[in-house]
């Protein structure tokens, strides 16, 4: 059974620095790339980043380059999402996922940014 969940959320202030783990089990890195997703309020889910043991690292939103950054630990079958300089903007449910499509998705973490 495949099973991810995200971790790490809470609440920061505008500039801050954030890092989520997501931890999976039941698949592999090198079956499966891992993305960062997140949902905010009214607004459609989007996939931000992800990493695969094949293709590396992989942007999808534009508005967290150069502030949001993925990393993988394969021995702890963890996947990490660092985020600096957070804005209020930022303000959603983060979770990770399979990539793309989120096939298989845990549950998320709140992130919530004040200004």
């Known amino acids: 059974e495949v099973q991810l969940q995200a971790s790490g959320g809470g609440l920061v202030q505008a500039g801050g620095s954030l890092k989520l783990s997501c931890s999976a089990s039941?698949?592999?890195?090198?079956?499966?790339?891992i993305g960062w997703f997140r949902q905010a309020p009214g607004k459609e889910r989007e996939e931000l980043l992800c990493?695969?043991?094949?293709?590396?690292?992989?942007y999808y939103e534009d508005s967290v380059k150069g502030r949001f950054t993925i990393s993988s630990d394969n021995a702890k079958n963890t996947v990490y999402l660092q985020m600096n300089n957070l804005k209020p903007e930022d303000t959603a449910v983060y979770y990770c996922?399979?990539?793309?499509?989120?096939?298989?998705r845990g549950k998320g973490t709140q992130v919530t940014v004040s200004s």
């Open positions: 039941g698949l592999t890195f090198d079956e499966y790339a």
């Open positions: 996922a399979t990539s793309p499509g989120g096939d298989y």
């Open positions: 990493i695969s043991s094949s293709d590396g690292i992989r």
